[in-house]
Structures are given as C-alpha cells and as structure tokens.
C-alpha cells in the first residue's frame, strides 16, 4: 500500500504545530506536542497504510523456504503476498495477554506503531472472537465460555473490558481499529434455532455483542464492522429479512444504538466468490426453470458477495442504519481459480448442468464452510474498491489468514474447548449438505493452527492470480456485477417466494387446498436415495401423467424399515410415524400436465433403508 496522508490528519497535524509555536508552555512534563485522537472518518481503510501481522508473514515465508526447491514458482507467489494485511484474532482470553499460538494484543499495537510512517494514518485488523457458548451450529471453532450469565459475566470483565482498556491507552489513540465483531454469531440466531444449543446461547448473543459494540465503540479511532456471514448463508428473503432485524435489534440494545457500528463485514473466514461471472442473472431460464432453483442455489438470489452486501447495504439502511455505513468482505480464500475454473457460461440446456459448469465456485454445496478443496487466495486487500458501486464497499479485507484451519478433519485433543466438526471430514456426507461430501481437505489441524496443504493449494489456486513479482493483476476489473438482488426490481416470477429448502425451523406455509385432488390424479413417482452409515438424502420426484394440471398435491407412503424424515425441502411435511404425508409447498401447488415436481429431505435408517413401494397423490396410487 502507498502510504498516503488523508486531508483530515494534514489539518490535524498543521493545527496542532501552529498551536505549538503560538503558545509554548512552560510544561516539561511532556517531550511530545500533545496531538489530538484523529476524529472518526468515514472508510477507516482510505489513505491508511495497513497492519501486516509479522507471525503471519514469518509463517508465509517458512512456507516459501520448504516449497523454494520443489516448485520456485509457488515460492516466489507465496514471497509476492507475505507482506498483505490480515486480520489478529482475539480468539480466547489467553490471546490478549499472548499464548502458544502467538504474541499478545499490545505486542500488536507496537508493532503497528513501529510500522506507522510519520503522520500518514495506519489501520489494525481485530477479530472479537469469544461470545460464550461459541459456535453454536458447529463444532470446530467451540470456545471456553459457557453460555451461562458466568460465562457472560467473564466475557465482560476479562474479554472485552481487558481489551478496551489497552485499546484506550493513550499511546494507541492514533491507530485505526477496525473490528470483526463475533463471526457467525448473530447469523446463527437468525437460521439455526432449530438448535438447542443455538436457542441457549441467544440472549448471552446478543448481550455479548451489544456490550462489545457498547464498550469499543466509546474509543476514538475504533471502527466496529459487524459479521453478517455470506450469501449462501443469508442471501434467502427470509434469511435476509430475519438478519437486519437481529442486527437492528442488538444495535438498539448498545449505548450509541446505531453509532456503535460502522459497518458490517461478509463471507468472514468462508469461500464464497465475491462474483460468480457467468452466472450474472438468477432469472436467467434454462430448460425452462430459472437458475436460482438450480440444486446449487436452492431458489436462493443471491449467488455471490456482490449480491449479498448490495442486498444487505439496501435492508440495513431502510431498517434505520445511516446510509454512510460500509461493508467488507474476506476475500481472503474466495478466488476460486486454478484449473477447474470455468471460462465461460455453459452452453447446457439442463438446468443443474449449466449451472455446475458455469459456477466458479467448485463446492458440493454453498454451506461447506470447512478447509474447501481448490479454493484459492481472492482479491488482495484493497480500500474502497469501485467494482460494485450498490454494495458500498470499504474494503476488501483478509480476515481470515490464508493458511490457518478451519477445523480438524479427525478429532484433535486439545485445551481450546474446539471440538471435532464432521463438515471438515472429507470422508462425510453431511445432512446439512444434503447428504454431499464436506469436500474438506485431509489432514487438516485444529482450527486456527498452520495447514500447509492448505496454504500451498490456496496460492496456487489464487484468482486474480499472484504476480510473483509482487504486482497484483486483476485478470477480471470489469466484470461488472448486474446485482440482480435489487429490492426495486420486484421478484420476477411471485409464485416462487424462496423455499430456503435447507432451513427446517422456517416451515412453508400451508398449501392452498392440500385436499383438492385436482383432475386426473395419475401420476408417476421416482425415489432415490444416497446412504451413509445411519442416514440418508431423498430425492422424489413427482410426474403428472394425466392430460390435466393437479392444483394442490398430497403425497402418501410408508417406509418399510421404520425410517424417519428429519429435515426436508420444497414442500411440507405433515407425516406421522412410518406413515409419510407430503403436500406441496405454497409456491409449487401446481403440477401441469406432463411436468413434474421435485422435493427432498434428509432421514435416518436403521442399517437398512429399502425404498417406499407405493406412493398415493391426492388419494390415487401412482406408478
Ligand atoms: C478459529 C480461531 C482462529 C481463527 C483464525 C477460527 O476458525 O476458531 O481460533 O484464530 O479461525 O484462523
């Protein structure tokens, strides 16, 4: 980065000499002009020279050294990105003060002083990482708090209060803090209270977050960006609707309500591609259907992070946020380039195959989040980048440091409280990817511990690609983003309000007339299944074979071997015991003549799962 001097610290600085030189004190007490805190400015990233944690770049080029005689060329990428800014994570009490993992919080704060250059401004990365009952919805980033009014109480007084005292001492009042405020925290609240361990940890959520905002932001120079997790997450009507409230809420419940946060921060240690070029308008029709019912997006709108922030920018500012807040996203490991990326939109006329070929994002499905294979580096960090006007972005940001686990691929003893999360298994077909494989790599480390597979495969992997000579080129600056999500365009086909299939708490509501058995009746079902160990993924599909449309529709079976649905998609279940009763979704009540509907869920077995042999639509048996 240029160093560079904002006109705000020019006229700071020329008014504290001219003051100096007009009225020289008799006070010897202080060797240096006292120089007013720099007010808060608007993009904290703007004219600033960034931190560059020095353990990260040690780490960067260890990793150079053992790669430099088998493959030059990574070494020498890996050497070009050694000195890009990422984040310091306070993610235990212990990280304050220093711990095996690395030097403490005001060891940081020196450093980042050391690296100032003159009077031009510097910004420090802090990730606020300690709620208790952490991690509510996974197990590998668990913490040591309890969520108990105990647990609370220690996050307070020994977490945040311990870092706001440092962060207050006068010889830090000119660095730029900018904070990642408790990833996945309050995107859990919004999604994932179908879990006990998520409904527990929600009013400890919510007062945690709220005094962390309270507490950092009453320091000058403090910048709080709030996590608001990433499109294929929250990107869903529903999804978004619920986040802005939960995030509207916590802000009213600080000392500053709004003031307390500055912005919000996307895709926080995730791979989701900040574009996906090819695949520029969700309405776009291919075999008939759009491609946001594709399995790959579930009926979800927004496809990347340029969607998301655009989306959220809009909700968070007609709920009540100022309309000068910014977001961030980590574009830390969200590239996506190497040989599997596609180069131009499929010429497919199926559905899913278009949308796989054209996809930059190469997972099995958009809620893997744990050590994704090819993944690769995304943009380096970058202030006030001009490619998505709509999503106001501040940055692009490394929050999350190349290099470092997500989670262990088999269970690791250790003293973090981090437990084992089977989505970092490779060998796992998770339910919550619908009975996909994790696509993890192997012989991953606890979270936040050095993964060299991983940081090889990440550099290699970049997009835009790394220069090794230290020039970062954008292959892509003008692919402009359509940001379809825009509120103002209302959605193009209203029969079809998101299912958000992958979200049992959030149940579709009751279809129009489940009892109309429509005319005809006759009908053709196909069942497949994908097993693993207790569980397994459904797939029905349902054909009207008559000559008229069904308009409302009840499906019947039995499972042979006392199988049970746990969560299921596009449409409604109102089974009871082995005996399954399935009826349409509100926004797919009708199957046409010859066309067919599709629906899913997730169950367990019992070692054995033989396949339902009769099925019954609106009363008549199919075939
Ligand atoms: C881990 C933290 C770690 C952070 C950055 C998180 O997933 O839980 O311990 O500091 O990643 O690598």
Redesign the pocket.
Known sequence: MTPRMTTLRKNIAAATAGMVLAAPLAVTAFTTPAVAAETNVDNPFVGADWYVNPYWSDNVNEEADSVQSSDPTLAAKMRAIADEPTAV?M?RTSAIEGNV?GPGLRFHLDEALEQKQGNDPIVLQL?I?NLPGRDCYAL??NGELPATAEGLRKYKEEYIDAITEILAEPKYRDLRIVTTIEPDSLPNLTTNMHDPKCVEAEPYYKEGVAYALSELSDIQGVYNYVDAAHSGWLGWEDNATGSVQTFTEVAQMTNKGFDSIHGFVTNT?NTTPLNEPFLPDPSKQVGGQPIRSSDYYEWNTAFDEADWTADLYRRLVAAGFPSDIGMLVDTSRNGWGGPDRPTAASTSSDLNTYVDQSRVDQRTHRGAWCNAAGAGIGERPQAAPTDFPNSHLDAYVWV??PG????SSSEIPND?G?GFDRMCDPTFNSPKLNGLLTGALPNAPV??KWFSEQFQELVANAYPVIDPDGVDPDPEPTDPDPEPTDPTDPDPDPTDPDPEPTDPTDPDPEPTDPTDPGEGGTCDVTYTTNDWNSGFTATVKITNTSTQPINGWSLAFTFPAGQQITNLWSATNTSTGSTATITNAAWNPTINAGQTVEFGFNGTHNGNNPAPTSFTLNGATCS
Not at 404 to 407: F, K
């Open positions: 994570w993610d993992d990730v990482y590998a980033s240690a999350k440091p470092e686990s997500d989670g973090e981090k979270s936040g």
